[in-house]
Nanobody, 117 residues
Framework: QVQLVESGGGLVQAGGSLRLSCAAS????????MGWFRQAPGKEREFVAAISRSGGPTSYADSVKGRFTISRDNAKNTVYLQMNSLKPEDTAVYYC??????????WGQGTQVTVSS
């Protein structure tokens, strides 16, 4: 099990940028695939981006492709989500999650991102 703490959320105008961070506890961070998800009010949680254990292969939701970049620093036990060209529809609570196999088993508490028009 790994404990995850997100930070970096806030209020930004449309077109702006934010970088979210997710700090993980434990010595086995590099054995986890990591992902970012988000949940807007009244909507289901949705996948945003994922990165492999090594930081190589990444994947993105179509809605953020070309605007968001996921990365990780295994030496710092941290995964990042760089969000550029933000849109009001990106407003949501953003969660990071960890998986050792196919399912994400550990989740952070979330950080609020609000994009004003």
């Amino acid at each position: 099990q790994v404990q995850l703490v997100e930070s970096g959320g806030g209020l930004v105008q449309a077109g702006g940028s934010l970088r979210l961070s997710c700090a993980a506890s434990g010595r086995t961070f590099s054995s986890y695939g990591m992902g970012w998800f988000r949940q807007a009010p009244g909507k289901e949680r949705e996948f945003v981006a994922a990165i492999s254990r090594s930081g190589g292969p990444t994947s993105y939701a179509d809605s953020v492709k070309g605007r968001f970049t996921i990365s990780r620093d295994n030496a710092k036990n941290t995964v990042y989500l760089q969000m550029n060209s933000l849109k009001p529809e990106d407003t949501a609570v953003y969660y990071c999650a960890a998986r050792r196999d196919t399912l994400y088993s550990d989740w952070g508490q979330g950080t609020q991102v609000t994009v004003s028009s």
